[in-house]
């Protein structure tokens, strides 16, 4: 595996992560939740958005680093944007969002820049990493806890489905996904 960093882009496996790659979990989420389209925020190479299409569901990805692209097998359906820069409002609403191992790599004055584009969907399914990897990853500034995510995603009018995401984290497999998956539903 090779880990391509790209400063405060955070950084990406190149040919995918397997860390972050959990079809298990995707598939449940088709099951219960039945989305015709999907946007996954931080997409890296996009093999996310891939799997996603290739099941069914028009999926795209938001993407801050043009060295993600060169790789991607979607490179299509990937829009490149640094929320650093700004806010991205898609002009559509989504049936659901996917995010793993994204919001910990943007500053925290940041946050509503992307809580913006996850705002188009009613469903959000996400990662982030603990307080405990503050120091234990490439551009690691905002590590929170499961409280500081729930209230952002509160104030923002969506619930966690609490039991839903212990479920979900049950049956993951992947080294990222399974500690901290969370689904919000919005209100």
Not at 5 to 10: K, P, S, V, Y
Not at 105 to 122: D, G, I, L, R
Request: negative net charge; aromatic residues 14%; charged residues 25%.
């Amino acid at each position: 595996m090779e880990l391509v960093m790209d400063g405060h882009l955070g950084g990406f496996v190149r040919g995918g992560d397997p860390d972050t790659y959990d079809t298990a979990v995707w598939s449940e989420l088709i099951k219960t939740f039945n989305p015709q389209n999907l946007i996954d925020i931080g997409c890296g190479e996009g093999h996310s958005v891939k799997w996603f299409a290739d099941n069914g569901v028009d999926a795209i990805g938001i993407e801050g680093s043009a060295k993600a692209l060169d790789n991607s097998p979607v490179k299509d359906r990937i829009i490149l944007h640094d929320y650093t820069k700004g806010p991205y409002k898609v002009e559509s609403e989504f049936d659901m969002a996917w995010s793993c191992e994204f919001v910990e790599h943007v500053e925290p004055q940041y946050v509503n820049n992307y809580m913006a584009t996850f705002n188009s969907a009613k469903i959000v399914a996400m990662t982030y990493s603990e307080p405990k990897w503050s120091d234990g990853g490439h551009h690691h500034v905002n590590c929170q806890p499961q409280s500081y995510w729930n209230d952002i995603f509160e104030f923002w009018g969506y619930q966690w489905m609490e039991d839903f995401s212990r479920d979900l984290r049950s049956i993951a497999t992947a080294r990222w996904i399974k500690p901290t998956l969370s689904i919000y539903r919005k209100k």
